[in-house]
C-alpha cells in the first residue's frame, strides 16, 4: 500500500520560511515525478512545483518561482519543498503527490496546513 506523508507545515510570519517534507512508502519513486500542490480556501487545487525523476529536473508555478524550492532524495524516496519569502497568498493546505509510468499524479498525500501571517 502506497503511502505519502507529509510534515513540515505551520504558521509563520510573512517573509519567514518553512521546509516540507513528503516521505513515501509501499512503492520506489526514483524513476518517476513528484510534486507538491496546493489548495486555498474557497480555491481549486493549483500545482505548486514538481521534480522529474528521470534527469531530476525541477518546474515550478509562476507564483513561486524564485521563493520555492523543491528536491528529492531517492535513498529516503522523500521529496522537500523550501519555502522562502512566504506571502499571506501562500497560505494553503499542501499535498504531496506521485506519479507512475505515465506522468499522472496517481497518489497523494493528505497535505499539511501552511499558513503566512501578514
Known amino acids: 500500500q502506497v503511502q505519502l506523508v507529509e510534515s513540515g507545515g505551520g504558521l509563520v510570519q510573512a517573509g519567514g520560511s518553512l521546509r516540507l517534507s513528503c516521505a513515501a512508502s509501499?512503492?520506489?519513486?526514483?524513476?518517476?515525478?513528484m510534486g507538491w500542490f496546493r489548495q486555498a480556501p474557497g480555491k481549486e487545487r493549483e500545482f505548486v512545483a514538481d521534480?522529474?525523476?528521470?534527469?531530476?529536473?525541477?518546474y515550478y508555478a509562476d507564483s513561486v518561482k524564485g521563493r520555492f524550492t523543491i528536491s528529492r532524495d531517492n535513498a529516503k524516496n522523500t521529496v522537500y519543498l523550501q519555502m522562502n519569502s512566504l506571502k499571506p497568498e501562500d497560505t494553503a493546505v499542501y499535498s504531496c503527490?506521485?506519479?507512475?509510468?505515465?506522468?499522472?499524479?496517481?497518489?497523494w498525500g493528505q497535505g499539511t496546513q501552511v499558513t503566512v501571517s501578514s
Open positions: 503527490a506521485a506519479t507512475g509510468a505515465k506522468y499522472e499524479y496517481n497518489y
Open positions: 509501499g512503492r520506489t519513486f526514483s524513476s518517476y515525478a
Open positions: 521534480i522529474r525523476g528521470s534527469d531530476g529536473s525541477a
